[in-house]
């Protein structure tokens, strides 16, 4: 992954609310990590737009940083990536598999992930996940705001690969080999016009708060859940108040909502049917 102009470098730290770190050290990628969960929302507003998901350092840069947007899991870790290579760190790309919920591993080039300095586990685009890195060395449990975390070694004995569990629940497998951005164009792909995507189901945002809680609008439902678990939702009636809520709520300006099977996805969606 090319690195960031220092021009470029300072706009997205300024996105993230942070000052340029000293020194690349573990607890400063602690300190970017959290704050890009909270300045930079997951959302998959632009399959719900009409948008096309362009894997592309500029087009990733543009649309987090100069337009102020969220994205998927390709956009938000390749955003990330090419942040944390410009302030010294070294940064692999890694595809991993997200494990439904009949347990079985997703596709290939379901999720992308970082793996920074050899050890630390960088994902700012898996929703509920860590707050902070994980420790891909450290074989016992990892205590974070987001929940318990375990990585061990893949159950099928899958050479190098690793199991990320939250809760004691399996949430991905990850891949050691390095991979480059181009390789996951074929999953950005699918998860933006297969009905068997979950986001092509509806229109998603969602990011940490302050407080370490977490907001979300799912269509148009506002879901706003406290640090400590407290869930509260509601409806919104009108497109003003949902537009409202995303220029409030996640600093995203829309002239026309996301919809919630966009006219380019409806052929698709029949053909699976």
């Excluded at 996951?184 to 809680?213: I, N």
């Excluded at 640090?227 to 709520?249: F, I, N, S």
Aim: charged share 30%; aromatic share 6%.
């Amino acid at each position: 992954m090319e690195p960031l102009d220092d021009v470029r470098t300072d706009a997205y730290l300024r996105r993230l609310g942070v000052a340029r770190p000293a020194r690349a050290t573990a607890e400063s990628l602690r300190e970017l990590h959290q704050r890009h969960l909270r300045a930079v929302p997951f959302e998959n507003l632009a399959i719900h737009l009409g948008e096309d998901v362009a894997l592309t350092p500029d087009a990733v840069f543009d649309k987090l940083v100069t337009g102020r947007r969220g994205g998927i899991c390709y956009e938000l870790n390749a955003g990330f990536a090419q942040l944390l290579v410009a302030l010294g760190y070294r940064v692999e790309l890694l595809q991993a598999r997200v494990y439904g919920k009949d347990g079985a591993p997703g596709i290939p080039y379901d999720h992308l992930a970082l793996r920074v300095d050899g050890r630390r586990l960088a994902d700012v685009g898996f929703g509920e996940h860590s707050t902070y890195p994980l420790d891909l060395d450290e074989p016992g449990e990892q205590k974070d705001p987001g929940g318990v975390f375990l990585v061990r070694a893949a159950g099928d004995g899958t050479e190098g690969d690793l199991d990320v569990l939250r809760d004691g629940v399996p949430a991905y497998r990850l891949e050691a080999r390095p991979r480059a951005l181009a390789d996951f164009r074929t999953g950005a792909w699918w998860h933006s016009t297969s009905p068997e995507s979950g986001f092509t189901r509806g229109p998603v945002c969602s990011r940490l708060t302050e407080d370490g809680g977490r907001i979300t609008l799912r269509d148009r439902t506002l879901i706003s859940t406290s640090a400590d678990g407290e869930r509260t939702e509601e409806e919104l009636a009108t497109d003003e108040e949902v537009r409202a809520a995303y220029r409030a709520r996640f600093g995203i300006a829309l002239d026309r909502l996301p919809v919630a099977l966009h006219p380019r996805l409806q052929g698709a969606h029949k053909g699976g049917a």
